[in-house]
């Protein structure tokens, strides 16, 4: 009986955020937690986060992302659930906050 090798995947990606209307409001204190908040979800979920920088108007990141989830859901999971942690953290917005952030597509 032939032994089976182990499996071995490579799935990296650079993802390209972008606030709405190409804001440029990512600067200082909201650079550095939205940070923060990607790098503490990209844990919960099991994404590494290899590479990120934040422009002023736009955010860098290279994911590895593990195969069993998809890149869209990933980034929906990223953009929906930071929108939520940058609005009550650095907007002391607890409820009824617009996604003012992010525009709804992505670039891989």
Do not use: N
């Not at 600067?27 to 934040?54: D, F």
């Not at 860098?60 to 998809?70: D, E, T, Y």
Request: aromatic share 10%.
């Amino acid at each position: 009986m032939a032994e089976l090798s182990p499996l071995r995947w490579e799935c990296k990606y650079h993802l390209v955020f972008v606030p709405k209307y190409r804001r440029k409001v990512l600067y200082g204190r909201t650079r550095r937690q939205i940070g923060k908040i990607l790098q503490q979800l990209c844990r919960q979920k099991g994404v590494e986060l290899i590479e990120g920088h934040a422009m002023p108007d736009h955010i860098h990141m290279v994911l590895r992302i593990p195969p069993k989830f998809s890149v869209a859901m990933v980034v929906g999971y990223l953009k929906g659930k930071s929108a939520i942690q940058i609005h009550r953290q650095l907007f002391g917005v607890k409820k009824g906050f617009t996604k003012t952030l992010s525009v709804p597509g992505y670039c891989v």
